[in-house]
């Protein structure tokens, strides 16, 4: 008698507690791969290959440890329930053990879905902050501060605190020194000094099998084979950890906000669609940023910055994520209702120069950095009034790190800010001024970032104001944007008609496609 162990795609960890609770002796793993969950919506096919590929890598893993593993095939085309109430009869299984599902749907779905067996999960085991350490923590506050809980979990393991539990360093954050601009980055000769992640093998079997999957049973993915680029084995996923540690880390802090259209990875870790499905586990990798500032090879500021990314950010989003879901998807604090514009959901051709560079970087890569995502396609997002659950799909499909529980916080909350200000305190607008201070984009565009109004006027520039204009009351009680508000107070009527005049153009134009 024995239970089947369900493995998801994202929980491809030798840590996962469904697998500490198991017995090797008697209980089967079940990998499923799903073609309708592939082959639905957008998905962008580096994630489909790079989660697939990795899936099979981890059944080897498992059958190498001694784990007897069922693997339901692309080909077998059914959904993960047809498939666990097809393994539970085949196998004769007295009960189904899983790990706790990543998102809030997939989890109230394998709750209801009648098995004829019992179902138990255990706890997630892909963060260091349990979900109800978290709501614990969340009890005591009466509002929620992603810097308090990251004093809070710096303290609590141990990460760059004295013996007293006080920040090293003297403070918390170094993030007013993490905010060159895009001068700098080209004045330091940074930009000439490529760092890309390491070359994965083109001709690895295991990866070659799962393209020609995709060719013939899902062709309408995103994006090309030829462009694959993400490893899918732990030894990799290591391999490109140690190589950020070494050569991206020491300048990861003071350009992490740039955007270069000339280098999509600048000198960010690119290890996020790692992390997300378990290749990496957290603490490896804060310690591997740990250990390169105790060797002196990379700064202080540089690295509490990424950690601050991983013990701070990650582990608040997720968290944040479980504690207010499922009405926090429902969320449209701005009431805003306009698709996904055709440059980012159809390729439709742009002449927004910053808007083209990363669509296209998505469309090739299935990623993109942090500051493109929320000053370029979120921001952009906002601006014309894209309606949240529509953004948070699209999200969720073209990028490879993207799953409900990272985007409804960072693109429902922090980009759109749907949720009114409970993960951030302002609303992140910006004009054209902004994208010229800290990006390479405006170079060469046919619009000038410092106009507000005309043909050449940066559609960021006046859809900022207009954004100012729609939402005058919110900014003006906001101590954080009650200049923005003033700033829309001091225009005459008739800059104030022409500047909204301009912008229903824009909108028309970029929904349309035309722009």
């Known amino acids: 008698m024995s239970r089947l162990v369900w493995v998801q795609g994202t929980q491809l960890t030798p840590a996962s507690s469904a697998l500490a609770a198991a017995d090797r002796a008697t209980d089967r793993v079940l990998l499923v791969e799903s073609l309708p969950h592939v082959a639905r919506g957008r998905l962008h096919r580096h994630k489909a290959a790079f989660v697939l590929a990795a899936m099979r890598r981890f059944a080897d893993e498992l059958r190498a440890d001694g784990w007897e593993v069922d693997e339901v095939p692309l080909a077998a085309r059914v959904s993960f329930d047809d498939a666990l109430r097809d393994a539970v009869r085949r196998h004769g299984a007295t009960g189904l ?15 209801a879905l009648d098995l004829g067996v019992p179902v138990e999960l255990t706890p997630d085991a892909m963060f ?3 979900r109800g350490e978290f709501a614990d923590w969340a009890g005591t506050r009466k509002r929620l501060r992603m810097q308090e809980f990251y004093a809070w979990m710096r303290r609590g393991h141990d990460v760059l605190v004295d013996a007293d539990g006080e920040p090293i360093g003297g403070q918390w954050s170094f993030d007013p020194a993490n905010r060159e601009t895009f001068a700098a980055w080209r004045r330091s000769g940074a930009a000439e000094r490529p760092t890309p992640p390491p070359a994965i093998d083109p001709d690895d079997p295991v990866l070659a099998a799962v393209q020609d999957d995709l060719d013939r049973l899902a062709p309408g993915l995103v994006g090309r084979r030829d ?3 993400l490893p899918s084995t732990r030894a990799e996923a290591r391999r490109w950890l140690a190589d950020f540690a070494a050569t991206r880390l ?17 000198r960010h870790a690119t290890i996020s669609p790692m992390l997300n499905v378990g290749l990496l586990g957290p603490r490896e990798v804060i310690d591997a940023a740990l250990a390169e500032h105790a060797a002196g090879r990379a700064p202080l500021a540089s690295v509490e910055g990424f950690v601050r990314q991983v ?4 582990e608040y989003v997720n968290g944040v994520y479980w504690l207010r879901m499922p009405g926090y998807a429902a969320l449209n604090a701005l009431d805003a ?5 055709p440059a980012l959901a159809d390729g439709a051709p742009t002449a927004m120069a910053c808007v083209g560079a990363v669509a296209a970087t998505v469309e090739r890569h299935a990623w993109a950095h942090h500051i493109d995502r929320l000053m ?21 499909e073209r990028f490879c790190d993207g799953y409900d529980w990272v985007m409804q916080a960072n693109v429902t909350g922090m980009g759109l800010f749907a949720d009114g200000g ?20 405006c170079k060469g565009c046919r619009f000038d970032p410092a106009r507000r109004t005309g043909e050449d006027a940066c559609p960021f520039t006046t859809l900022y104001w207009d954004f100012t204009a729609r939402h005058l009351d919110r900014l003006r009680s906001n101590p954080r944007t009650a200049q923005a508000a003033r700033g829309w107070d001091r225009f005459d009527a008739a800059e104030q008609a022409a500047i909204r005049a301009r912008a229903a153009e824009v909108v028309d134009g970029i929904l349309a496609g035309r722009l």
């Open 250 to 266: 020491p300048e990861f802090g003071p350009y992490e906000d740039v955007s270069d259209p000339g280098d999509p990875w600048l």
């Open 376 to 396: 370029v396609l979120s921001n952009l997002m906002l601006l014309v009034g894209t309606e949240p659950r529509a953004a948070n799909r699209w999200f969720v």
């Open 422 to 441: 409970q993960m951030s305190t302002k609303p992140y607008a910006a004009g054209g001024a902004y994208l010229k201070r800290m990006t390479g984009h």
């Open 311 to 314: 013990l701070g950010w990650r």
């Open 128 to 130: 260091l902050c349990g």
């Open 97 to 111: 053990l899983a790990m706790e599902p990543s998102g809030w749907t997939s989890r109230a779905r394998l709750l």
């Open 227 to 229: 462009d694959f680029w």
């Open 337 to 341: 209702h306009a698709p996904v514009p």
